[in-house]
C-alpha cells in the first residue's frame, strides 16, 4: 500500500495524520512520542508492523513508538540518535509464549533487532523491534540484546 507517498513524516501531533490511517490494528496515539508528544510516521516500517499483527493474530500493545531526540536521551543510553528517534522502532508489552511467538514471527518478517525485556512484572516485560540496518547508522544487525 502507499500511504504518505512511502515517505516517513513527522507530524507535531497524532491528531495530524492524515486519515484514512491504513494501519487497522493500530492508532497513530500508540506511536507518539512521551516526550513532545510528535510522531514520525514510517510508512514502510509500519507495512512491517501491521503485517507481523496480521500473522500474530493478537493485540499489541505498544509501549513506546517514536521517542523525539531530546526524550529519547533522558530515558535511553543510545542518547538523540537511538533507534526510536527513528520512527522503526517499537516496545511491545509482552511476556512467555506470546513473547516467544511475536519474535520468531519478527525475525521471518524482517525485523532486524530485538531487544529483550523479560524481567519482574509482567507488565513491566517488554519486546523492542525495529527494522534498523547498518547503513541507517544502527551498528550490526541482525543483533538481539537484553536489557
Ligand atoms: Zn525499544
Redesign the pocket.
Known amino acids: 500500500m502507499t500511504y504518505l507517498d512511502n515517505k516517513p513524516t513527522l507530524f507535531k501531533s497524532p491528531k495530524d495524520v492524515p486519515m484514512p490511517w491504513p494501519y487497522k490494528n493500530f492508532k497513530p496515539e500508540e506511536f507518539a512520542s512521551n516526550g513532545n508528544g510528535e510522531v514520525l510516521v514510517v510508512p514502510s516500517f509500519m507495512d512491517k508492523l501491521q503485517l507481523l499483527r496480521d500473522k500474530y493474530g493478537r493485540p499489541m500493545l505498544i509501549s513506546?513508538g517514536y521517542r523525539d531526540p531530546a526524550y529519547n536521551s533522558r530515558v535511553s543510553s543510545t542518547g538523540t540518535k537511538g533507534?526510536?528517534t527513528t520512527g522503526r522502532?517499537v516496545?511491545v508489552q509482552v511476556f512467555g509464549k506470546k513473547a516467544f511467538a511475536l519474535i520468531a514471527l519478527a525475525g521471518a518478517l524482517g525485523f532486524t533487532g530485538c531487544?529483550v525485556a523479560q524481567k519482574g512484572s509482567h507488565r513491566a516485560r517488554f519486546i523492542?523491534l525495529d527494522d534498523l540496518m547498518p547503513e541507517d547508522g544502527h551498528s550490526i544487525r541482525p543483533w538481539i540484546w537484553s536489557y
Request: negative net charge; without cysteine; proline residues 14%.
Open positions: 513506546s533507534p526510536h522502532a516496545d531487544g523492542h
